[in-house]
Each structure stands twice: as C-alpha cells, then as structure tokens.
C-alpha cells in the first residue's frame, strides 16, 4: 500500500507556559511535526510505502528537517524548498491539557508549488491521498492541491478538517469535503461546520449524516477528545469510546487517530473497529511525549489491555 500526504512539515516548539497535563513535554524542546505528516509517519510504522507532497525552507532548520525525514523513512520526491522559512509552531496547552498553536503568517508550506507533479503522481499509483485544510491559506499551496485532486485517481481520498487561526472559509471547507470520500474533525470543527452550512443540528449522529449526505462522503468521523468518536456514513453512526491512559502529551493525538482509522479502513475493517483502533493509536501516542514518538506497534496490546 502507498500513500501520498500534502501539508505542512513543520517544527512544535513547547512554549514555557504549557499547562501541568502536559507537564512531560520538554519547555523549549523542538519536535518536528505537521498534522499531515504525522498520519504518513505513523502510517509508515503501519507498513505503508509513505510519500509526501510539501516544501521545506532553503534554511538550518530545513537541512534538520529533511535529516529527519530521511531517518523516519519517508519518501522525499515529492518534497521541495522554498524561500519562505521552515516553520516553527509555538505551541501551548490550556488547563486542560489541549493544545493551541502560533503560527507564521508565510512559511515554506505556504509555498508548495506544482512543477507538473499531477503526472509523476499518477505514475506511481497510490492507494490513498491525505491532505489538510490549514495548508490552503495560500493561494499557491492551494493551487498545487486543486491540481493534484482534479487530475490524479486515488483509490481514497481523506481529509482531517484542522480550523486553525481563521485560515479557513466556507469555499475552502466545502471543496475539501466534497473532494475526499473520507472525512474527519473533531467536535469544535464540528461546530464549525453546523454553523456554516446551516445544518442546525444538536445531534452529533445526525449531523454525521447529513455531512455524509450534503458532500457525499463515503464516511464521516468526529472526534470528542477523552469521550471517543462517532464514525457513519449516510444512513448508520456508531460511537466507540476512548481508552483510559495517562496522558503525557496529547499534540499528534488525533493524527494518530486518523492514521489507525485508515489502516483498518484499508484492511477491510468495519467502520466501528477501524473507530476503535484509531482510539488506541491516539491513547498510544497519548501516553507519550511528541507528536511522533519511537513506538513499537506491538504497543497497541497494552492499551487494549488499559
């Protein structure tokens, strides 16, 4: 199985007013990250053959990154520099224990560029496509995207809804989810997208439905933190609940989520235990400092025995 991830590659740095949930993560300690590339690195660890489409600064930070990226065994063809700088995320957590992100307002991910990359893509056949939305806040980032979706067969498409800092708008949240047959977010883009398209749904399950329906979306999944998930499809929604562990570092918890969920889903697995896994990656990853521990998959056991 191969698969194709387009975002940010990117670098966390734990600010000193992080909050005592997390109080495992080193202050000042830089762990290099992305939303969209912690899904292709777990999914390496998986079995996957794992690529990814983005562009990194012409920088010091830039020459770490792609060290990095050559020591997690990712796939780099697709991966190209840029004048803008590689990003730096300062990232804090609130009393309970969730974590909020600052920004650049233009580094290297804003500025993947196209360089007929449709047709090399096509070329290499790949099983799955995973891409974000917080990368289209720039146009050019944003046009690489649309190429690749308009112009490359993907056996699936997924996207993870991440509403970061205003970077998103009805357009962009509506072509997204249109464009891709399995979707994820968690419950305040949830929020987001009730309001928006108005849904006016109270029902978690019901509005799983009518996402499903409105963008006719194969499946639909929304995450609730410590409370598990809701996964279903246009008529049918099950609930898995999350795993008890002790949280050290919840940042690449949902990450995680995603990539066990695709897995499964690849697998042939129902959507309630492709659900049910994706909770034992992200209480995995949970019970671990940064977003992409070393970890051995074997590890899954004693979270099921949790």
């Not at 695709?262 to 896994?277: K, P, T, V, W």
Request: proline share 2%; charged share 25%; hydrophobic share 35%.
């Amino acid at each position: 199985m191969k698969v194709l991830g387009f975002g940010a590659i990117l670098w966390d740095n734990i600010k000193e007013d992080s909050g005592t949930i997390n109080s495992n993560s080193v202050v000042g300690e830089k762990n290099i990250g992305g939303s969209v590339f912690n899904v292709i690195v777990h999914l390496k660890k998986l079995g996957y053959g794992a690529y990814m489409l983005s562009a990194v600064g012409d920088d010091k930070l830039g020459k770490k990154t792609f060290e990095e990226i050559d020591r997690l065994g990712i796939h780099k063809d697709f991966i190209g520099t840029s004048e803008a700088p590689t990003c730096l995320v300062e990232v804090s957590f609130d009393k309970e224990g969730s974590p909020h992100y600052s920004c650049p307002d233009i580094v290297s991910w804003d500025q993947i560029k196209e360089k007929n990359k449709a047709e090399k893509i096509n070329d290499l056949n790949f099983d799955l496509f995973v891409f974000g939305t917080l990368e289209q806040r720039n146009i050019i980032s944003r046009n690489t995207l649309h190429n690749i979706l308009e112009n490359v067969h993907f056996k699936n498409v997924y996207t993870d809804l991440t509403l970061r800092g205003g970077f998103y708008d009805k357009n962009i949240l509506g072509y997204s989810m249109r464009k891709a047959n399995i979707v994820k977010m968690n419950d305040d883009e949830a929020f987001v997208v009730n309001k928006l398209f108005e849904f006016k749904q109270t029902d978690v399950q019901k509005l799983i439905r009518i996402i499903a329906r409105e963008f006719n979306c194969d499946i639909v999944c929304i995450t609730s933190g410590s409370r598990g998930a809701y996964i279903g499809d246009r008529s049918t929604t099950v609930y898995k609940p999350a795993y008890k562990i002790t949280v050290k570092d919840t940042v690449g918890s949902g990450d995680a989520f995603s990539a066990g969920l695709l897995y499964m889903l690849d697998n042939g697995a129902s959507i309630g235990e492709a659900c049910n896994f994706g909770n034992k990656m992200g209480a995995l990853i949970s019970s671990k400092r940064s977003s992409i521990p070393d970890y051995d998959i074997s590890e899954i056991g004693n979270i099921m025995n949790s």
